[in-house]
């Protein structure tokens, strides 16, 4: 019978992976611990549970990002939208529509298609509102959370160029989505706090802070 994981190896492991690097990177409850992380019960051998486990947690970051992300958008309209803070400067609405690029692009390279084949830069998707922005990222943040859901170790593993530029995993691009969502979303907050200081609007409508 396999021996129980012990909480070392259990955690190095882990910090291997890059999970638990990641979730500090984005300044993540403490509690999001090697402990909480695996199973209980999980044996040695287990990778497969591991890499489960990893993607589940990965998952809830990202659905947590998204959240915070329409959060930091309630009440903006679409002439605050396309505001920049200086004319070198991408606009909130730019920003979105390239996270929406991305969360398309990411569920066509699990799916070995569409955008994964085409796209050898970083992108955008545009919309004519805000509201069907909206709608289509939600939309896309769906499927890729649930293509991401079904994922095999085998095809986590799997090699892809990442946009065209250096070779990855699907594994480690699931990472990159989290960090890359997180990090927008905070020059979204600090480019409509920008604006909210300059035309004097209620900045507390989005953020409290």
């Known amino acids: 019978m396999p021996k129980p994981m012990t909480e070392s190896l259990s955690r190095r492991r882990l910090l291997t992976s890059g999970t638990l690097a990641t979730a500090g990177l984005l300044?993540?409850?403490?509690?999001?611990?090697?402990?909480r992380l695996v199973p209980h019960g999980l044996t040695e051998p287990d990778?497969?549970?591991?890499?489960?486990?990893?993607?589940?947690?990965?998952?809830?970051?990202?659905?947590?990002?998204?959240?915070?992300?329409?959060?930091?958008?309630t009440g903006i309209d679409e002439k605050e939208a396309d505001w920049k803070p200086n004319p070198e400067s991408?606009?909130?609405?730019?920003?979105?529509?390239?996270?929406?690029?991305?969360?398309?692009?990411?569920?066509?390279?699990?799916?070995?298609?569409?955008?994964?084949?085409?796209?050898?830069?970083?992108?955008?998707?545009?919309?004519?509102?805000l509201t069907a922005l909206k709608a289509r990222f939600d939309a896309d943040f769906d499927?890729?959370?649930?293509?991401?859901?079904?994922?095999?170790p085998e095809q986590l593993n799997r090699e892809i160029t990442f946009v065209g530029r250096f070779p990855t995993t699907i594994r480690n691009m699931l990472r990159i989505h989290v960090s890359h969502l997180s990090g927008?979303?905070?020059?979204?907050?600090?480019?409509?706090?920008?604006?909210?200081?300059?035309?004097?609007?209620?900045?507390?409508?989005?953020?409290?802070?």
């Open 27 to 35: 300044g993540w409850p403490a509690d999001l611990s090697a402990d």
């Open 47 to 73: 990778e497969a549970a591991l890499l489960r486990h990893e993607v589940m947690v990965v998952r809830e970051m990202a659905k947590s990002a998204y959240d915070f992300l329409w959060q930091i958008m």
């Open 90 to 129: 991408n606009s909130t609405r730019w920003m979105v529509e390239h996270l929406c690029w991305f969360e398309q692009w990411a569920a066509d390279t699990i799916e070995n298609k569409g955008r994964y084949l085409t796209d050898k830069k970083p992108g955008k998707l545009s919309e004519p509102s």
């Open 143 to 152: 499927r890729l959370d649930q293509l991401s859901a079904k994922l095999t």
């Open 184 to 209: 927008h979303l905070y020059q979204i907050r600090y480019v409509r706090g920008t604006y909210s200081r300059v035309f004097h609007t209620n900045k507390a409508i989005f953020d409290p802070w």
